[in-house]
């Protein structure tokens, strides 16, 4: 794996960097949030760990500007000495795909770059999906729904996107939970949330809701649903 580390701690960012490398891996490192959001931005990586406490741009920032404005959906593990339940909502909402706090195990870390390498490399497609009036650009993460482009947040994009792949095929709750945020769903309403302002977006810009809920299971996606 090519792997990026932004981190401004050089004993933390040291450590990461020789055991990364000892396993096989390729590793840059930047020591602030303007440089790293400037590699992850010009350079192909197979994921990020990022520090929250960065100079020059926090990592919260960093992740936000990476998913909404460069449109790039590389896996973003954030590292960080920060616990409390919000600091890691606020990570999980700025588009972070795994959350570990320090101290950690250099096993661990690598550990679940693996895991969220292999979710997101799960999903990769290179061929546009449409589906009736609606499309999705993976390579651009563009979606667009009669004729009309719809701004989306990184994990609407992915539910979409599973979904695009099988359209018609009912997917469970706990599916879609376990495709999107792995072990580190933050509560139980946080599948339902995006789900909501998902169908919002799409209702909005195409005019009806492509997504039928199956009651008692989870969702799926249709040409058309009545209404």
């Known amino acids: ?29 930047a020591g602030d949030g303007i440089t790293g959001l400037h590699l992850a931005a010009t350079k192909n990586f197979d994921g990020i760990l990022l520090d929250l406490g960065l100079p020059g741009m926090d990592g919260v920032t960093l992740c936000r ?10 896996p973003v593990l954030m590292l960080t000495a920060r616990d409390t339940l919000h600091d890691k909502l606020q990570g999980f909402n700025c588009g972070a795909d795994d959350y570990l706090v320090k101290p ?5 870390v690598e550990a679940r770059l693996v895991a969220i390498h292999k979710r997101h490399g799960g999903k990769v497609t290179d061929r546009r ?15 667009r729904f009669g004729g009309t482009s719809v701004k989306l947040s ?33 509560t139980s309403d946080t599948l339902r949330s995006h789900m909501y302002e998902l169908r919002r977006a799409l209702s909005k810009a195409g005019g009806y809701d492509p997504i039928e809920t199956v009651h008692g299971y989870g969702y799926r996606l249709t040409s058309r ?3």
Not at 9 to 21: C, G, K
Not at 155 to 184: Q, Y
């Open 225 to 227: 649903v009545k209404s």
């Open 154 to 186: 990184p994990k609407c994009i992915r539910l979409l996107a599973i979904m695009m792949n099988e359209p018609g095929r009912v997917f469970s709750r706990t599916e879609l939970e376990s495709e999107v945020w792995g072990d580190a769903q933050p």
């Open 129 to 143: 999906l449409e589906m009736g009036d609606l499309s999705f650009d993976p390579k651009t993460l563009s979606t």
């Open 1 to 29: 794996m090519h792997i990026l580390i932004i981190e401004d701690d050089a004993a933390i960012a040291a450590n990461l960097y020789d055991f990364l490398q000892a396993r096989g891996h390729s590793v840059d490192a």
């Open 104 to 108: 950690f195990a250099l096993k661990e």
């Open 65 to 74: 500007k990476l998913r909404e404005e460069e449109h790039i959906d590389t």
